[in-house]
């Protein structure tokens, strides 16, 4: 018998070693860090420049010093810099979260751009594209790097690493801490001056990452942050029922765009029609709005008739709303009489949906689907032809968002779930460091990140309003498809940068 037993527990105990060792984590295998460097001139600010690529890939690592995760980057550095202490450097890198920085990298900050339709009439339609020199570039005044998160680009996970280990506000702030100190002292470039130039969720990244540079006893000072699009305060970027906040800071927008498509405000000047829109928003609907049921019937009817008259929808559809009108229903019902929705990136764009009666759009953003095939197509063109790009894998434009997590301490720490808000992180940076300074581009047709929700947030936070500058233009949420504001918006932070 226990010549039949031995072998049977030899037998199980094998097996059982072998599932154990399956349930044991994969380490993915770390391959060498890939870089193509390449050379190239251009006339940036009526300047010729000679200047650098690389791009490349940079390896972060945990507190125990293992290689998780590799950044993709593409830097554009003048050669010769000359002074180091004289010639910035500006980060840049879009949101999401989980988006990579193609956005910005070939919509206005790149050397090359991609043109679609200025007007947001037409589509993109297919390949070949509008692909063209960057001369509004900024080349001649900073040297630029494109940063793309983990899940993003060509980044990736590697080694131990793991999805916990930066889909997070905190976990990806803290990954692009180390990527940036990484750059800056391999690269010799602690005298530069630096910037963060953010996009949407880059902005609620680059204000928390402000703050996180101060730390880790490497503290990098900052000299300013180009915040596009600005999210920082949630409350007043989440079109949600019962999120008084959200009424209040999208109204103005909706108001804008309403006059855009001549819906309400004709005969008047945008910045008149949305002067007189802030005021009523200010003076009259945020106190209506906490009033609430206290509200008698006659108030409520003015009310509903003054909202009609700033956003173009009829009055009895606003009152049966209760006063309170949602983003994704007013994208819908704007135009309904004409069968379109508008886009809510950039309330300009316009979509043809066969459901007409919808609450909300359901082909997805028009401002979006109708630009988003150029700028994917002429991202791979542009690295394989021009930047000589080879990888074994496709770069993916956007991935990692998914069960991002929001929480803004650590486990152990208590914390009740709430709008996520960096705006006072900016504040204490900005009081902690009198060098810094900050400018906030905003598009009136943006109806993601009402350019009113930067101004509520900034008049507030613990920010210095002195340090700030607020600069408008008429399209939306990447103002730079509308070329007479990708001038303008060159013109403001070419200013930014050369203040003393």
Do not use: C
Request: hydrophobic fraction near 35%.
């Amino acid at each position: 018998m226990k010549n039949i037993l031995f072998p049977i527990l030899l037998l199980v105990s094998v097996i059982l070693s072998a599932q154990k060792e399956d349930k044991k984590e994969k380490v993915k295998p770390i391959p060498k860090a890939q870089s193509f460097v390449t050379k190239h001139q251009g006339v940036f600010g009526g300047k010729t420049i000679n200047y650098t690529s690389t791009a490349e890939e940079t390896y972060l690592t945990n507190k125990e010093g293992d290689s998780i995760a590799t950044f993709w980057s593409v830097a554009y550095t003048k050669s010769p810099m000359g002074n180091v202490g004289k010639r910035p450097v500006t980060f840049v890198f879009n949101g999401g979260p989980g988006s990579a920085s193609m956005w910005l990298h070939l919509g206005f900050f790149g050397p090359k751009v991609v043109k679609t339709d200025s007007d947001a009439k037409q589509d993109d339609g297919a390949a070949p594209y509008n692909f063209v020199h960057n001369e509004h570039g900024l080349l001649d005044l900073t040297d630029l790097v494109f940063i793309d998160p983990v899940g993003t680009g060509f980044s990736r996970l590697v080694g131990k690493g793991k999805p916990k280990d930066f889909y997070g506000l905190k976990e990806d702030v803290d990954s692009f801490a180390q990527f940036i100190r990484t750059w800056v002292t391999e690269n010799e470039r602690w005298f530069s001056p630096k910037y963060l130039a953010g996009e949407s969720y880059g902005t609620t990244r680059a204000a928390a990452l402000g703050k996180a540079l101060e730390g880790s006893g490497q503290n990098m000072a900052l000299n300013g942050m180009i915040l596009i699009s600005q999210a920082l305060d949630y409350a007043g970027s989440t079109s949600a029922h019962h999120n008084i906040t959200s009424y209040v800071t999208y109204l103005p927008s909706m108001s804008a765009t309403a006059w855009y498509h001549k819906k309400a405000g004709q005969g008047k000047a945008l910045e008149d029609f949305v002067e007189e829109s802030r005021n009523f928003t200010y003076d009259t609907y945020a106190p209506a709005l906490y009033k609430g049921n206290l509200l008698s019937a006659t108030e409520k009817e003015a009310i509903a008739k003054k909202l009609a008259y700033f956003t173009g929808l009829d009055k009895k559809y606003i009152l049966q709303s209760n006063l309170r009108i949602l983003m994704g229903r007013f994208q819908k019902k704007l135009l309904e009489d004409e069968g379109l929705a508008i886009g809510r990136l950039d309330g300009r764009f316009m979509g043809d949906e066969a459901d007409k009666v919808s609450e909300r759009p359901h082909l997805g953003d028009a401002a979006s689907y109708k630009i988003s095939s150029a700028y994917t197509a002429s991202l791979n063109h542009y690295l394989a032809s021009e930047l000589k790009v080879k990888m074994d894998r496709p770069y993916i434009t956007s991935g990692g968002g998914s069960n991002w997590r929001w929480r803004t301490v650590p486990d152990t720490q208590y914390w009740e779930p709430m709008p996520v808000n960096t705006a006072p992180h900016l504040g204490e940076t900005m009081r902690r460091n009198p060098a810094m300074k900050v400018m906030v581009a905003s598009g009136y047709y943006d109806l993601i990140t009402p350019f009113f929700d930067a101004e509520y947030t900034f008049a507030r936070n613990g920010i210095v309003t002195d340090r700030v500058e607020m600069t408008y233009y008429e399209a939306g949420h990447m103002m730079y498809t509308h070329e007479p504001d990708l001038i303008k918006l060159s013109k403001d932070i070419r200013k930014f940068l050369t203040a003393e």
